[in-house]
């Protein structure tokens, strides 16, 4: 079922409005819960004061794993849990979860061989398949040419899979709605509602006609990620969440090419962190620090973090000699860490997920992307405990229909229609992509099936995503529907035409909206996903040109 943004909104504002659940966060974990409601047959309503996957969750390492270092920290319960998940998201999802090769290398600060190959054989034995063998380092250097075969032994292969974050929150949206919740962005949910000492609804503001309405449910999920603390401290003042800053940085596989993705140890500190293949480019992450700044500002990458990535890749790849100036793009996540001890190393806090019941608002936070389905169940069985007993049981009840959407459109019925991405339509749209590319040749836009650039997404992304996906900003578009933004140079200056020419044709914005939306758009991205404003400007002419 494609919603409107504007039906959304006058369907909340309709008179004596009554919900089974709000759920207030549209990341990942929100979206999960969004959905899983819906399979029970709940009527749902989830609303983001930001975009849909505007936080965390767009801004991840694109990993769907179980998590060995988990695993080498003891914590068995979350790697098996999370192991198992993966396993499921790959055969549900395909092609938008895709197994791939990982290598965890031996050599400066690594555990011994032994203890590695111990590691991944329970690793897989948790996982239930056999898939990790030794590669000598002359082997892996010709895999993946440049490898530092002089202080690296070699490595272990094992799997793990990647995913497009953005687009597994945005599939989980779409198989929500489609079983009738209503989602809709730019939503806050200002405060909550209570009744007789119970929180009984929330006030929501538009924040794009700025009008309000109040909203009553059975209960309300408080799913914010790093933000949780904030809503839940009205009604519960302890605060629990330690924001945690991870950031990437992303580089033309011309000048880094591995195939897949490396596991290994900082020459500094000796913290886990991966190079690996993603949307064909490559990636260098993720650090690990305690996040202070403020949770309404994007985070950014820091100088210090630039650099500290760097020397990792160039330890790993020293002929690569990559500079600053190699670097497409950036990111950084926020992740909501459950602190145990501020005093700790934020690498060590585990990844668990919690949930608190505080009279009627059920919050969660923490946890792992891989999980988002297990927390969804563990979050409605807490909403059944704090209900009364003739209203739990639809909480827990046996889910209605499957995951997903079985899809009956195949790929080679798209190829045979000029679709050069099949693939990663099905797994972006389900059977929605036999509508685009019937729309595309009904409209007489077959061209805008053809990928842009390099990347694997086209003009026909876009306008459907202009079209059915809520996009209110430019960098909606361009950072979260698609990835366009950071994969191409100078985040994606280059096709800024023709995409004008798609947001003034679908949303019907002016010459002046168009240019203010481009200003908004150019400032982000400089600011928050490209390299700091410090280095910019240190920049000459030249280096920038090059950049």
Known sequence: MLQNRNDNWANICQPGQQWDLVVVGGGITGAGIAQTAARRGLKVLLVEQRDFAWGTSSRSSKMVHGGLRYLAQGDFSLTRESLTEREFLLGA????????????????KAPPRFAVKLLLRLYDWLAGITNHWHVPANQLGLEMPGFNRLIHSGAYHYTDAITDDSRLVQRMIAEAQ??????????????????????????????????????????????????????????????????????????????????????????????????????????????????????????????QEVDYLLMAANTAFPGARLMREDIISTWSGVRPIIGSEKSKDPSKERRDHAVWSDQGLITVSGGKLTTFRVIAEDVLNAV????????????????????????????????????????????????????????????????????????????????????????????????????????????????????????????????????????????????????????????????????
């Not at 195939?259 to 690990?288: C, E, N, S």
């Not at 305690?290 to 500002?297: K, T, Y």
Request: proline fraction near 5%; charged fraction near 25%; hydrophobic fraction near 35%.
């Open 384 to 547: 059944a405990e704090s209900l009364p007993g003739t209203q739990s049981g639809r909480f827990t009840r046996k889910p209605e229909v499957p995951f997903v959407r079985a899809t009956s459109v195949t790929p080679m019925t798209l190829l045979e229609q000029g679709c050069e991405l099949a693939c990663e339509y099905l797994a972006r749209y389900g059977d929605a992509a036999s509508d685009i590319v019937q729309q595309s040749h009904a409209q007489g836009r077959a061209d805008e099936l053809i990928p842009i650039s390099d990347t694997r997404y086209s003009f026909a992304d876009c306008r459907w995503a202009l079209r059915h996906e809520q996009v209110q900003h430019l960098d909606d578009l361009m950072l979260r529907r698609t990835t366009l933004g950071l994969l191409l140079p100078n985040g994606g200056e280059a096709i800024m035409e023709p995409v004008r020419e798609l947001c003034i044709e679908e949303l019907g914005w002016s010459d002046s909206q168009w240019h203010t939306e481009y200003a908004r758009y150019t400032e982000i991205y400089r600011r928050y996903y490209s390299l700091p404003v410090a280095i910019q400007a240190q920049k000459s002419p030249s280096a920038a040109a090059s950049a």
């Open 178 to 303: 489609h079983l009738g919740a209503v989602c809709i962005n730019y939503c806050k949910a200002e405060q909550l509602l209570k009744h007789d000492g119970r929180v009984c609804g929330v006030q929501l503001v538009n924040k794009v006609s700025l009008q309000t309405a109040e909203v009553h449910a059975l209960a309300v999920v408080n799913a914010t990620g790093a933000w949780a603390d904030r809503l839940r401290n009205e009604v519960n003042l302890e605060r629990r969440v330690r924001p945690q800053r991870g950031s990437h940085i992303l580089v033309s596989q011309k000048r880094l090419r591995v195939t897949g993705a490396l596991t290994l140890m900082h020459p500094l500190d000796g913290r886990y962190h991966f190079i690996y293949p993603w949307a064909g480019k490559t990636v260098i992450g993720t650090t690990d620090l305690d996040h202070s700044e403020d949770l309404d500002i994007e985070a950014h990458i820091t100088e």
């Open 93 to 108: 999802l395909p092609g938008l979860i895709e197994r791939m090769s990982y290598y965890y290398v031996l050599g400066p």
